[in-house]
């Protein structure tokens, strides 16, 4: 019987059900996580093979059970995807997610703060400042950094980008437009770039032609003399130069530019300085590593993705800003329908002035709650022993005497497989290699048993793992080994016989 003061309506959910499914949704998931690592990593099935499965039913005229639906999407998931949770998943830069993130997720899904702005977020905002500061703190800047959590490195790096354009532009460029600006705007970056450079290119109207593509030495860091000749050849011919981007892990090798030495080039030719530090960041947290990372306190800038080595389930980048009165003289708007500045004396903090988004949900919290979770001391242990797995697939591949060691950079490694007889260094034929190890690739990834990507090192096709998964073991990495040689035979043998 329907009480008069609840509606019925045919998306709510009765306590007692929803405290049922939800007990038998975490079980489940408890006994997912308890297995992962006797599972495939994927089981390959073909974009038509899923469908079939999904079947392509018009939208249901009327409701379902929660009860059945809950089952039925928990078996579509669990049984049909790739699971970047496994240990042996090492692909692209994609990273084993936390369950403290997941329950993070469903805590802020049922209370829905709208961080966008203060009044509609009080507690979620403050903790959303809270985590900024501590990432801030984190990677070794100052806790004055300002910024906010975006959905991932593209969107960190854009964010990033246009609050630079905005520091370095003509002042009117916000009414007149780049037109207005006094010669072409031009930007900086090496080659191993990731390509959100020139989708920012595109999208913000400088066209790809605005960015200055400056090439890598042999350790594949930014060529700086090069960058530093460059500026100034487009200082002399009336360009625009504004900004410069220094990985700090480039998406490729994991390599760190010379970002103390850019640091310098940009004070000396007043450019904005932009880190791209979406994959690699994290690790200048490790004592070790500190050193690799000098230059960073001197960032304008910098992008990071927790959903990458903090290891927070998708999505969370941040952006880092160390004046972020730049964010807000970018970003910021105040229509006539928003009430949101409390006082004069405390103004408020409204992250929809801050970047692209105005309406924006709680990512902060998951990764917040990982970063008490794990504690610093724990964030260092897990980075720290990614790379140290790294290091050890690098060795391993270099004793083997099937598999060439081609690079290690942080936590990725890349190597390729070459046959047993095969005559090495004089007369080997790079094309036929560069076959044999994408097919292998291919072969890996369609098997299951371990997760890799691409990379290509001057030419070479590689093998390329990206260990950003605290789940992994030692063990693990010796299996992989195992599993590359054995299948790298197999292909060899199949390439011959045709
Ligand atoms: C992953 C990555 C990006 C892109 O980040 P998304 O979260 O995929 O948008 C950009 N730059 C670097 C260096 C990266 O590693």
Known sequence: MEKENHRNSPIAINKEDFREIGYRLIDTLSNFYETINERPVTIGETPKQIQAILGNASMPENGTSVSE?????????????????????FGYITSSPTQIGALADLLAAAINPNVGANILSPMATSIEKQTVKWL????????????????????????????????????????????????????????????????????????????????????????????????????????NPFLVIGNAGDVSTGVVDNLSKIASICKAHNLWFHIDGAYGVPAAAIPQYKELFDGIQEADSIALDPHKWLYAPLEAGCTLVKNPQHLIDTYSAHPVYYNFDSSADEPSLNYYEYGFQNSRGFRALKVWMALQQAGKNGYIKMIHEDIELAQQLFEEAQKHEELEAVTQNLSITALRYIPLNYVREEGMDETYLNTLNEKLLNELQQHGEVFLSNAVVEDKYCLRACIVNFRTSKNDIREVVEIIVREGRKVYEKLQKR
């Open 69 to 89: 639906l809950v089952i039925k999407t928990t078996d579509l998931l669990l049984n049909h995807s790739l699971l970047n949770g496994h240990p042996k998943f």
């Open 136 to 239: 801030a703190e984190f990677i070794g800047v100052s806790p004055n950094y300002g910024g906010l959590l975006v959905s991932g490195g593209n969107m960190a790096n854009f964010t990033g980008f246009l609050a630079a354009r905005t520091a370095k532009a003509p002042k009117s460029i916000k009414e007149e437009g780049l037109a207005n600006a006094s010669g072409e705007m031009v930007f900086y970056c090496s080659k191993a770039t990731h390509t959100w450079i020139e989708k920012a290119a595109v999208l913000f109207g400088h066209g790809t032609k605005a960015i200055r593509w400056i090439p890598t030495l042999a350790d594949n860091t930014m060529n700086t003399d090069i960058l530093e000749k460059t500026i100034m050849d487009d200082e002399q011919q009336g360009k």
